[in-house]
């Protein structure tokens, strides 16, 4: 070859293309990595919940937890990623108990995320809910 440099419209794309998607990899992304609750409610014959979280930010669903088994104050090591989140959206949590045909809504609690890393505590009907995350 003689040296000259060959432009193609091929290469121009997949370069704006890659460029692009680094530019969306910079936003920020919320990750929570830690829930607990304590002094869930009992049901009405008494037996302690069987409870797990299910979680979104800005209305996007995360996923759930795991179900505890007959637990009023369980905890979870967790990593709910969710990268179209950013400081000043909504972090959203609900507590249910898994049951065998229904499960049964617990309690919820939302919260405006905040920059860097914090732990967001919120009472619920009966007993409390607290979550750590962080932004990048």
Avoid: Q
Avoid at 3 to 21: I, R
Avoid at 39 to 66: F, H, Q, R
Avoid at 68 to 78: A, E, F, K, R
Avoid at 81 to 87: I, L, P, R, T
């Amino acid at each position: 070859l003689d040296g000259t440099m060959v432009f193609s419209p091929h290469l121009m794309f997949l370069t704006l293309l890659v460029l692009a998607s680094h530019m969306m990899l910079g936003d920020a992304v919320v990750t929570v990595t830690r829930i607990s609750a304590s002094g869930l409610a009992v049901d009405e014959s008494g037996t302690k919940p069987d409870p797990y979280i299910k979680a979104w930010c800005n209305g996007v669903y995360g996923g759930k937890t795991s179900s505890g088994s007959n637990n009023s104050s369980p905890s979870w090591i967790v990593k709910f990623d969710f990268s179209d989140c950013k400081a000043g959206h909504t972090l959203k949590l609900e507590v249910w108990d898994k049951n065998l045909f229904f499960d049964k809504l617990l309690g919820s609690c939302s919260h405006k995320v905040l920059s860097g890393s914090n732990t967001s505590r919120c009472t619920l009907i009966k007993g409390s809910l607290s979550s750590t995350y962080n932004t990048s």
